[in-house]
């Protein structure tokens, strides 16, 4: 399995513009998460999918950001518009019930200027 | 609601030492614990995972323990090795469909 992957890797773009984030899960796991780590407030969870479905969306910070999941292998976070404070390492995580272990991508740097 | 601490947020040893790594959370009622390593500029790969109901993990050099009374949980590296050095991060989850909480990490410099 390739594993959960994550495009862009590197997204530079200028204050005011859209930003999309696409993630594409592992196979079979039915559980999508999108977090945001910064250094100041390490690791935070903005939604998670079940099914498709978003389950809670409580760590969005605003209504600038929004995320969707159209079908079981695909996820997009979008930033509409882009703010220098949203600067950050985005991470996608799938995982499956059972063990629950989550498995992470790579995640996109994202430099808003 | 759920928060996790880990302490030293950073760490250096020099090489073959064995460590332990600290980190705690404030309900103890939780589903299970993770501990995952973080690479710089790179994603997280999960290292241990313990259930509620286990008290330890063992993977190679490693061995995760839970004390769910207490609200802690340790990792310690035995003989430890350059290539150990990464961000180190806890994380719990509170029941069996819910995200995981995580800490903020503490970052291992170990030094040939």
């Known amino acids: 399995d390739a594993g959960v992957i994550q495009s862009p890797r590197h997204e530079v773009t200028e204050m005011g513009q859209e930003v999309t984030l696409r993630c594409k899960p592992i196979s079979g796991h039915d559980y999508l998460f999108w977090y945001r780590q910064t250094m100041m407030r390490g690791l935070e969870l903005l939604i998670y999918?079940?099914?498709?479905?978003?389950?809670?969306d409580s760590g969005m910070p605003e209504d600038r950001f929004s995320a969707k999941m159209p079908n079981a292998s695909f996820s997009t976070l979008k930033i509409q518009p882009s703010e220098p404070r949203d600067s950050a390492v985005y991470f996608c995580a799938s995982s499956r019930p059972g063990l629950w272990t989550q498995y992470f991508g790579p995640g996109t740097r994202l430099t808003v200027l | 609601k759920q928060e996790v601490t880990q302490i030293p947020a950073a760490l250096s040893v020099p090489e073959g030492e064995n460590l332990v790594l600290n980190c705690s959370f404030t309900?103890?009622?939780?589903?299970?614990l993770q501990w995952f390593r973080q690479d710089p500029g790179k994603g997280l790969t999960s290292l241990l995972l313990?259930?509620?109901?286990?008290r330890e993990q063992t993977s190679g050099r490693l061995n995760a323990s839970l004390d769910k009374s207490s609200g802690r949980s340790t990792l310690y590296i035995a003989a430890s090795q350059p290539g150990d050095s990464a961000t180190y991060l806890c994380a719990v989850r509170d029941s069996g469909n819910t995200p995981l909480v995580f800490g903020k990490g503490t970052r291992l410099s170990v030094i040939a």
């Open positions: 313990i259930q509620s109901s286990q």
């Open positions: 309900d103890s009622a939780i589903y299970n």
């Open positions: 999918f079940n099914n498709n479905v978003p389950i809670d």
